[in-house]
């Protein structure tokens, strides 16, 4: 509680928005700038942000949610699994996501059984109460992968195992910096996953893009703070890494986290729901971890799911567009009508980290001035 | 197949009663529609009010009823006893009447309930009756088979008269907004202990009867009180957008201005529940007129319950009938619930 003195002074943001409005008149023309964290969205969305931006200042949420970009085979498998009467254990937020044709709420309703955890830990906890199989159908960024990771190493009983949907964030923003027709001139980088991965982890990708990043946390100052020192970089056409989140990030990261993860894990090619294939985007099991790799322990029958037929508003969904960050919920003609939390068409509207279902719980409206 | 993920149109859901949007829509269908064409005089179910509103002589009738249901049905700062009572005075305190005429207690009770319990209740509600000076005057009781029914649902109805009747949509813009204390006590501590959270204890429940608060304010400055709503379930987001539609106005809340205990604050962050959006149960929103705010509020602080009140918001002509957020760094909409909120852990 004491962080909301320091960084939930609204004093203090004025004077950054003044700041930011002042590096906009110098810059002279729009730029477009994208975060890659719903944690971001969140709090720019909570505080009411984007009302203090200036109007040439696109900030665009980019891919940034694990949830939402779980691709729909990836859903698929977590559901033929659980049909074929193994317990698939799963974040909540991965609950509703919609599969080709079927959610894991849905395998739920029609009979098979899926646990809500919170953490990777939890699983383990629920394969020792039981003798049937237990998968984790793991989703989240490197940060989330690092929780996995450490319940392999530690040696969990038989009957677990993993299918991993595990992301890996710098790949995408290749992807995303590489897009044709692409107005990102800068990227705010989610200061939780640097955490873990450092803060230069991104050097060579301002060296090969020649575009600038900065690590920021979650807090109003913090969000407002990065966008300073981003458009101070993009000003003055400095492309470097700047670490504003010093208070929990350094430049190497956790390395024995680093460590762990990447003992566990290797990364593959693999698609991002929406947005492309990204080369080593996703993060697989390595091969000496195969036999708690549930793609190599179990045959996942997929083929059996597309006899259905897949639902029919899924076709009008832009959440692809949405978490690429070249349109916004406003441009969707689905959001907050037939698409609302309750009954979520897309991806988006599901996880609390997707661009959709923020903006639906902070009123639908994030630029009050704008739309007056 | 996917169709199971929504809930099939022929069947109540549970966000039907939380309170928000969902609840509104299917009283309005179903209840509203076809009540409301049936003779009557006064403030009656149309104006879907906390209560009603009958002429008799120069003064009005207030009635009001209310059927409590709560899981668990003991929690910290009440239990339903306490509940069912001030619930009652206080739905009837928010149309004017601070006076309670009379009360009326049915109580549905499941087989094998404790009779223990049964007697903790009814001690509460007395105890609720003495501080609200209402008297239960008749009653009933009922015992449905086990499973019939989760343990005890009670229902109370009350009237009491008044010379002014208040209503939820007299605010005009320049009106400011009054909220009488410290918001979302009750939803989180029924939350906290009802999903067993291990946050209690600073968590205490607001439940009580605010007649006595109420009638300091009439009393006081007769006629600057515009419009009146304890923001019960939905929270105070669902009333002021009640309010702000029904009254043709838009409302612009100072988010810093809004009296929230550093406990609701935290547990609200840790589940991801916005305070406003839960329920209170000893706490009203009072529509002002502008000169008559910072008096009403120093009148609202010397009084027991109301020692935290604050203005929390302007009445506006922009944007009529929704509710603006100043959150102090930036404006945006403040969404309003569609049902009740659920914690993010549970």
Known sequence: MTNDLQFRDPALARSLAAELKRLMNEIGRPVAVMHVCGSHEQAIARFGLRSLFPKSLDVIMGPGCPVCVTDLP???????????????????????????????????????????????????????????????????????AVATAAVILAGPPPN??????????????????????????????????????????????????????????????????????????????????????PRCVTAEGNLPAQKQLWRVFQTTGGRWRGIAHVPNGNLRLRDEFAHVDARKRFTIDLPSLWDY???????????????????????????????????????????NEGTCKIWHLYGGVPDLEATA | MTLLMQAPAGRITLKQGGGGRAMRALIERLFVRDFATLPFEGVGIAAMDDGAAVR?????????????????????????????????????????????????????????????????????????????????????????????????VINTCGIGLTRTVVRDNGLSAGDRIIVTGNIAEHGLAVMAARHSLGLEGDLVSDVAPMNSLIASVLDGFPGAVAAMKDPTRGGVSSALHEMAAK????????????????????????????????????????????????????????HPLGRSAAIIGTCTTERLGSVILDTGFGRRLLAEPEGEPLPRIC
């Open chain 2, 56 to 152: 008799i002589g120069d003064e009005w009738l207030v009635i009001t009823t209310d059927s409590h249901v709560i899981h668990p049905i003991f929690f910290p700062g009440g239990d339903i006893g306490r509940l069912s009572i001030c619930g009652t005075v206080n739905d009837l305190a928010m149309m004017g009447a601070t006076n309670v005429l009379a009360l009326t207690c049915s109580v549905i009770l499941e087989e094998g309930f404790a009779m223990e319990s049964l007697e903790a209740i009814q001690r509460s509600m007395i105890a609720a009756c003495r501080e609200a000076n209402a008297p239960v005057v008749t009653g009933d009781t009922k015992v449905m088979g086990r499973r019939e029914l989760d343990g005890v």
């Open chain 1, 160 to 245: 677990f195992s993993v299918l991993s949907a595990h992301k890996y964030i710098p790949p995408v923003m290749e992807i995303v910096a590489e897009m044709p027709g692409s107005r990102v001139e800068g990227f705010l980088a989610a200061g939780h996953a640097a955490t873990i991965t450092g803060s230069a982890v991104f050097e060579p990708f301002v060296e090969r893009h020649r575009v600038p990043v900065v690590v920021a946390g979650f807090e109003p100052i913090d969000i407002l703070a990065g966008l300073v020192e981003l458009l101070d970089l993009i000003r003055n056409r400095t492309p470097r890494v700047i670490n504003m989140f």
């Open chain 1, 309 to 351: 037929a897949p639902p029919a508003l899924a076709g009008q969904c832009i959440c692809g567009e949405i978490m690429s960050g070249i349109r916004n919920p406003r441009d969707c003609r689905l959001f907050n009508r037939e698409c609302v939390p309750e009954t979520p068409v897309g991806a988006c509207m599901v996880s």
């Open chain 1, 74 to 144: 990836e859903v698929d498998e977590g559901v033929v699994l659980a049909r074929q009467g193994v317990r698939v254990a799963t974040f909540g937020d991965m609950l509703r996501v919609p599969g080709t044709v079927q959610s894991l709420a849905d395998a739920q309703a029609s009979g098979a059984t899926i646990d809500i955890v919170y953490s990777p830990q939890q699983a383990v906890e629920l394969a020792k109460t039981t003798d049937e199989e237990v998968v984790l159908f793991a989703s989240g960024f490197e940060t989330t």
């Open chain 2, 247 to 302: 009254s043709g106005v838009g409302i612009v809340l100072d988010e810093r201005a809004i009296p929230v205990t550093p406990a609701v604050r935290a547990v609200g962050e840790l589940l991801g529940i916005d305070p406003l959006h839960v329920a209170n149960e000893g706490k009203a929103l009072i529509g002002v007129h502008a000169d008559r705010a910072d008096a009403v509020l120093q009148l609202l602080r010397a």
